[in-house]
């Protein structure tokens, strides 16, 4: 890769989307930034927006916290993590949750509840204990350096989305001397806060509902922010970025190739509703909201072409007074797996019972029930929850490739 010249001040953004344990994915692309792509962007180089939502917030978290980090410790503080990923690392899983979880799913056994040292209730719900989970989130983000890298503008604004579970209303977090909650004003269905994001929000916006338990903030309680806004493409749009960077989960397809495929006996398979439906509620969106992107860049620049090229500028006031913001084109990238994350799950699978090595019992009957049925080329429910080394460090490495093949594009868009 050429060494290019110094950034320009166009406003880039960094969208980072949830996927469960697919975000071994994300953290291979952003071990391949930080080793090098930042470095070809100069010394001060930081995005200025970092959305993300579920596992996105997450590493959206780390991300801005740990700006100014030399890149080799950065990278690796990441990938660690991801590579020596276990369900014990993530899930505290034992032999009486197998009668426990079927009686909480049925409201039959006692409630999950955790308090703070006030006595208050922190969380609820949840039929797992995700405790080392939170201890993950606590300990491997460098919580210490967000506040000021956020008052040096490393980045200018970090965003999060939950949902608040009584109202079901989409609030976005917003942290940095950069945010602004006007763009919001207008939307009847998305709410906008500015606060200090700390470690309690970063778990709300992971708190898988139902399944994990929700998190109290202020007077609410939230879960899952990628309900309604997995890939967090609006926020970044909202706050008028000029350029953006996205890292999909899901391997990008023609409309044809997904109704090419059909396996008539696993529609009766649980395992394989359940994948397909995660699919649809958490990635899937995100095509539609980039397509729509492309559709808004379409019109702006035909609306030039036909009125001049004061034409943004004359629609703006009125677009403004409706959407709270103006329409402005916007530049993107978007980096998403080559490979079909549900196979590599299935192949990781069939790789560690091969070996007998690394799975608990309790890990291994929890993979082999998503597998209950399901074809190996369909194994989108055990590429969501298999946080287990054998599959994670597959999706690292095949992240740090797709970065890798796609680098000048990307060194492109952050300095055209």
């Known amino acids: 890769m050429p060494d290019l010249p110094s950034v320009s001040r166009s406003r880039i953004s960094l969208v980072l989307s949830g996927g469960g344990s697919r975000g071994a994915y994300e953290a291979g692309i952003l071990s391949y930034l930080f080793e090098h792509v930042y470095p070809k962007l100069g010394p001060n180089f930081e995005f200025d927006i970092i959305s993300g939502t579920s596992v996105g917030a997450i590493h959206a978290a780390y991300v801005a916290a740990s700006s100014g980090m030399p890149a080799p410790e950065r990278s690796r503080r990441l990938m660690t993590t991801w590579t020596q990923m276990s369900f014990d690392s993530v899930l505290n899983l034992r032999w009486t949750d197998l009668v426990g979880i079927p009686l909480r799913g049925l409201g039959l056994g006692p409630t999950r509840l955790r308090g703070d040292a006030a006595g208050a209730p922190e969380v609820k719900g949840g039929l797992v204990d995700i405790a080392p989970l939170e201890r993950l989130v606590r300990e491997r983000i460098p919580w210490s350096r967000?506040?000021?890298?956020?008052?040096?503008?490393?980045?200018?604004?970090?965003?999060?989305?939950?949902?608040?579970?009584?109202?079901?209303?989409?609030?976005?977090?917003?942290?940095?001397?950069?945010?602004?909650?006007?763009?919001?004003?207008?939307?009847?269905?998305?709410?906008?806060?500015?606060?200090?994001?700390?470690?309690?929000?970063?778990?709300?916006?992971?708190?898988?509902?139902?399944?994990?338990?929700?998190?109290?903030?202020?007077?609410?309680?939230?879960?899952?922010?990628?309900?309604?806004?997995?890939?967090?493409?609006?926020?970044?749009?909202?706050?008028?970025?000029?350029?953006?960077?996205?890292?999909?989960?899901?391997?990008?397809?023609?409309?044809?190739?997904?109704?090419?495929?059909?396996?008539?006996?696993?529609?009766?398979?649980?395992?394989?509703?359940?994948?397909k439906l995660l699919d649809i509620l958490l990635l899937d969106p995100i095509d539609n909201e980039l397509r729509q992107l492309e559709i808004v860049n379409s019109i702006l620049a035909g609306g030039k072409a036909q009125f001049g090229d004061d034409f943004i500028d004359r629609i703006a006031p009125t677009v403004a007074s409706a959407r709270g913001v103006a329409y402005r084109p916007v530049d993107f990238v978007m980096v998403s797996p080559s490979a079909d994350l549900g196979r590599v799950a299935a192949d990781a699978y069939g790789s560690s019972r091969a070996t007998q090595k690394g799975q608990s019992l309790i890990a291994s009957l929890i993979a082999r029930t998503a597998m209950l049925g399901v074809p190996e080329q369909e194994a989108d429910l055990l590429s969501y929850i298999y946080f287990d080394a054998h599959y994670t460090r597959r999706l690292v490495e095949l992240g740090r490739e797709d970065a890798k093949a796609i680098a000048d594009e990307i060194l492109t868009l952050l300095h055209s």
């Open 146 to 275: 967000l506040r000021a890298n956020l008052a040096a503008r490393r980045p200018g604004v970090l965003c999060t989305a939950v949902t608040e579970v009584h109202s079901g209303v989409v609030r976005v977090f917003l942290d940095g001397l950069d945010a602004d909650t006007t763009p919001w004003l207008h939307d009847p269905h998305v709410d906008a806060a500015i606060t200090e994001i700390t470690e309690l929000h970063v778990r709300a916006s992971a708190a898988i509902p139902f399944l994990f338990p929700a998190v109290r903030i202020g007077p609410c309680f939230y879960v899952d922010g990628g309900l309604r806004l997995n890939t967090p493409l609006s926020p970044a749009v909202r706050l008028r970025s000029d350029k953006i960077l996205v890292v999909g989960l899901k391997r990008r397809t023609s409309k044809q190739e997904k109704i090419a495929y059909c396996e008539p006996e696993a529609l009766t398979q649980p395992a394989f509703l359940l994948g």
